[in-house]
């Protein structure tokens, strides 16, 4: 939402802010970053200390999908 708010998209302008306040979304949109980079921390701590080189998420393709393309590549 918050790139939507700096560039004046029309899904702000005409939709989201009839529902939600632009400092709202601001709010939301910081918390958001903050939880990912919490959750993310121990992942990529882990990925370093063992030398990881590769990583995907289980979403879309899943896992089976995700996995075929981290092989092919």
Do not use: P
């Amino acid at each position: 939402m918050n790139e939507w708010i700096i560039e004046g998209n029309e899904k702000w302008t005409h939709k989201a802010s009839k529902i939600i306040s632009e400092q709202r979304a601001k709010e939301a949109y910081f918390m958001a970053v903050e939880s990912m980079s919490t959750l993310n921390k121990n992942g990529a701590q882990l990925m370093k200390k063992y030398g990881c080189h590769g990583a995907t998420d289980v979403t879309g393709f899943g896992l089976l999908g995700h996995a075929e393309n981290l092989v092919t590549v």
